[in-house]
């Protein structure tokens, strides 16, 4: 499975952002997904999760801000990102929830800042 996120740039502390994470292959579509990220001199975290029938769950960090959705008939999970801080600067990862070792990609870089 290729997972390819996009949609990452610069933003203005209060802005917004909606990353997209399109995947190759059937599985995708009964898995749970998830949204990585990962700050330079931090370990990557999970941010955001949503199942294959659509329940989500969110880091205490991002609940409130962040939104993640899926729409399976174009293999693609969303993460619309509000409100944005400093501090969710970061790349940021698609994979499935748990990870999955060979399906980390790229990643797709967020900077917030003034």
């Known amino acids: 499975v290729q997972l390819q996120a996009s949609g990452g740039g610069l933003v203005q502390p209060g802005g917004s952002l909606r990353l997209s994470c399109a995947a190759s292959g059937a599985i995708f579509r009964i898995n749970a997904v998830g949204w990585y990220r990962q700050a330079p001199g931090n370990q990557r975290e999970l941010v955001a999760a949503?199942?294959?029938?659509?329940?989500?769950n969110y880091a205490d960090s991002v609940k409130g801000r962040f939104t993640i959705s899926r729409d399976n008939a174009k293999n693609t999970v969303y993460l619309q990102m509000n409100s944005l801080k400093p501090e969710d600067t970061a790349v940021y990862y698609c994979n499935n929830n748990p990870p999955l070792a060979p399906w980390w990609g790229q990643g797709t870089l967020v900077t917030v800042s003034s």
């Open positions: 949503i199942t294959s029938g659509g329940s989500t």
